[in-house]
């Protein structure tokens, strides 16, 4: 029996609206899939939000965390 889809930690840099003093934050999904996060609506990320970057994998949110100051 074969997987069909590896799910690993994703990680999610987005900031609250498209301002330019918009407040950036950080959420973490874990045990999904990369298609499900991309295609759904997600869960305490708002409509308004802009994405800044996507990684899949532990390391990008340690980076992120000293990148950002989150």
Do not use: Q
Not at 4 to 21: C, E, L, P, Q
Not at 24 to 33: A, L, Q, S, V, Y
Not at 36 to 60: H, Q, S, Y
């Amino acid at each position: 029996m074969s997987i069909a889809y590896h799910k690993d930690n994703i990680t999610i840099v987005f900031k609250t609206s498209n301002r330019s003093n918009a407040r950036t934050k950080m959420k973490t999904f874990r045990n999904k899939c990369i298609d499900d996060i991309l295609d759904k609506k997600l869960p305490g990320i708002p409509d308004t939000a802009v994405i800044v970057e996507i990684g899949v994998g532990r390391l990008f949110e340690e980076k992120w965390k000293i990148k950002y100051k989150l």
